[in-house]
C-alpha cells in the first residue's frame, strides 16, 4: 500500500500544470482546453481518494457507542458528515459519500493484527490510481453489498472488476445503467419482487393548479411504462426529423392514419408505428396542430404535445381498448421468454426485467423478442439494396444498444452506413451499419469522426476515431454498446 496518499494529487498537479503551460485559458488551443479540463478532473479524483480514508476515520472516531467522547461532537458538531461538510466546504450528501467509499475500500484488519485487503478491493485500486471517482466508487459499492447475501463471492468479484474496468471514460448516466445490468445479473431472483413493488406503488395524480394549468405527477412500473415511453419517443423522435413542416407528407397525402403494428421506413424498430387502421377520430400525429409552422418547441414540449394528442385520439377512437398500443422489443431468447425464465432488457429502459414482466407486455403491446441471426433472416444485403431491412436493424440495436455515440435509446436513432452508400461505395451490411441519432449523425460526419466496428454479428463493437484537430493521436473511444462487454 502507498504509504504517501499525497502522491497521486502532487503527480496529478504537475499534469496539470504541464498540460496548462502557465498560460491564461483564453489563450489554449482548444485540445489544450480538453487537456486542461481532463487534467483538473484528475486531480480531483486525486483529491477525493485521498479525502475518503480520512472521512471514514473522523467517521470511526465520531461513532455514536463514544457518546461525548465522538470526535465530531467534541468539535462541536452533531455528526461525522457534518464535520467533514463544513471544515470541507462540501454538502452532508457528499461527505455521507466520502465516508461510505473510505470505509468501503479501506484495509481491514484482523484480530491478529494483520492487515487484509479492502472490502471492494478492485475499487479500492480503481480509486486510488484515480481511473474512478467517488461517485462511480459509491455507486459500485452501494450495489455489491445490496447483493453480497444473495449472489456467491465469486460472481460478486467478477462483477466488481469488470465494472471498474468498463466504468472509465463513460458519462454518469452510462455508468448507471451498467451498474443496474450488473445488479440484475448478480441477482435475477430479485427482478420480480422489485416489480412487484413498482407495481404496487404505481400512481397518476391529474389535478388543476390556481393558475389554471393542468399538473400531472406519477410513476409507472416498468410493464406499463414501457409501452408509454416507447410510444411518446417514437412520435417525438418523429417530429424532430421532420421538424419544421407544418405537417408530415403522410397527412398530406393519405390524411390520418391509426398507430398500430408495423414499421416506418427509415425507422428503428421501436418507434411509434402505423397501420393501415383508419378511423373518424382527432388525428394521433407529430403534435402538429399545436406546434407552430417553424417549430421551435424543445423536446419537453414535444413529449407534453405527444401526450395530448394521445388523450384527443383516445377520446373519439373505437379501438383504443383493443387495438396494439406500441411495439416493444424486448431482448432475450424466445425460449427464457416461453419458459418464463432468465432476464429481458427493454429498449429505452435501463434496468432489467423479469421473463414474467416481459410476457405481461406482451398482453398489452405487440412484443418483437431479439431473436437475430437465424436462417430465415438476411442480415447482409451488400449493395443489393441502399436501405437497412428491419431485422438488421433489431441486430445492430442489439449491438449498438441505442445511438453508438451517445447512447440514445434505439427509437430516437436510425441505422445510417459507416462507409456512405453513394460517395464511398458502402455496403447494406451489419458491419457497415452503425445506429445513431439525428444530433450524432450530424457531429460524426460533419467534424470528421471515423468509425471502426471491431468483431461480427451482434457482439461487436463500436469504436469512434476522433479527428486530428480535435486529437492529433487521433486515439479511439470506445462508443455505446448494448452491453458495455458486461458479461451475461
Not at 481511473?131 to 449472489?151: F, N, Q, Y
Not at 448478480?186 to 388543476?208: N, S, T, W
Not at 425507422?267 to 378511423?279: E, F, H, W
Request: proline letters at 5%.
Amino acid at each position: 500500500m502507498d504509504t504517501n496518499p499525497l502522491a497521486g494529487v502532487e503527480e496529478a498537479l504537475d499534469a496539470l500544470r504541464s498540460a496548462g503551460g502557465g498560460r491564461s485559458v483564453e489563450a489554449l488551443s482548444p485540445a489544450e482546453l480538453i487537456a486542461v479540463s481532463a487534467a483538473y478532473g484528475a486531480l480531483r479524483r486525486q483529491i477525493d481518494a485521498a479525502q475518503a480514508p480520512v472521512a471514514a476515520e473522523v467517521a470511526r472516531q465520531s461513532r455514536r457507542e463514544l457518546g461525548s467522547d465522538s470526535l465530531a461532537k467534541k468539535q462541536g458538531y452533531s455528526t461525522p458528515a457534518s464535520l467533514i461538510a463544513t471544515t470541507g466546504g462540501g454538502s452532508i450528501g457528499e461527505s455521507l459519500k466520502l465516508i461510505r467509499v473510505g470505509e468501503a475500500t479501506k484495509p481491514k484488519q484482523a484480530l491478529s493484527g494483520e492487515e487484509l485487503p479492502a472490502k471492494h478491493p478492485y475499487v479500492a485500486d480503481a480509486l486510488a490510481s484515480g481511473r474512478i471517482g467517488v461517485t462511480v466508487a459509491d455507486d459500485i459499492s452501494k450495489m455489491l453489498d445490496a447483493v453480497e447475501l444473495r449472489a456467491s463471492r465469486q460472481m460478486i468479484d467478477e462483477a466488481e472488476k469488470q465494472l471498474v474496468e468498463l466504468a472509465p471514460g463513460l458519462t454518469p448516466d452510462q455508468v448507471r445503467k451498467l451498474i443496474v445490468r450488473a445488479e440484475a445479473h448478480l441477482d435475477p431472483d430479485g427482478l420480480e419482487p422489485a416489480e412487484d413493488r413498482l407495481r404496487d406503488d404505481r400512481f397518476l395524480i391529474v389535478r388543476e393548479e390556481r393558475d389554471g394549468s393542468i399538473s400531472l405527477k406519477g410513476s409507472l412500473d416498468p410493464v406499463s411504462g414501457a409501452p408509454v415511453k416507447a410510444l411518446i419517443d417514437g412520435m417525438v423522435t418523429n417530429t424532430m426529423r421532420t421538424r419544421g413542416r407544418a405537417a408530415s407528407t403522410q397527412e398530406q397525402e393519405t390524411g390520418h392514419v391509426c398507430q398500430g403494428n408495423g414499421s416506418r421506413e427509415g425507422s428503428v424498430p421501436g418507434d411509434a408505428p402505423q397501420s393501415t387502421t383508419t378511423c373518424d377520430c382527432a388525428a394521433l400525429g407529430d403534435g402538429a396542430d399545436i406546434a407552430p409552422l417553424v417549430d421551435a418547441r424543445t423536446r419537453k414540449q414535444m413529449q407534453a404535445d405527444a401526450f395530448v394528442d394521445i388523450c384527443r385520439h383516445a377520446l373519439g377512437c373505437e379501438q383504443v381498448a383493443t387495438g396494439p398500443t406500441t411495439t416493444v422489443i424486448v431482448r432475450m431468447t424466445l425460449s427464457e421468454l416461453e419458459n418464463r425464465t432468465g432476464r429481458a432488457t427493454i429498449d429505452g429502459l435501463d434496468r432489467p426485467v423479469s421473463a414474467a414482466a416481459a410476457r405481461r407486455i406482451a398482453i398489452d403491446a405487440q412484443v418483437i423478442p431479439a431473436v437475430l441471426g437465424s436462417q430465415s433472416e438476411v442480415l447482409d444485403w451488400g449493395r443489393a439494396k441502399r436501405l437497412f431491412t428491419p431485422a438488421q436493424k433489431l441486430a445492430i440495436a442489439e449491438r449498438d444498444g441505442g445511438c453508438a455515440f451517445c447512447g440514445a435509446a434505439p427509437s430516437m436513432c436510425s441505422v445510417h452506413h459507416i462507409e456512405w452508400w453513394g460517395r464511398d461505395r458502402g455496403r447494406t451490411d451489419l458491419s457497415d451499419g452503425v445506429l445513431l441519432c439525428t444530433g450524432c449523425h450530424h457531429r460524426v460526419h460533419d467534424d470528421g469522426w471515423s468509425i471502426d466496428v471491431r468483431g461480427s454479428g451482434t457482439g461487436g463493437e463500436v469504436w469512434f476515431v476522433p479527428p486530428p484537430w480535435l486529437d492529433r493521436a487521433q486515439t479511439p473511444r470506445r462508443g455505446m454498446s448494448a452491453h458495455f462487454g458486461l458479461a451475461a
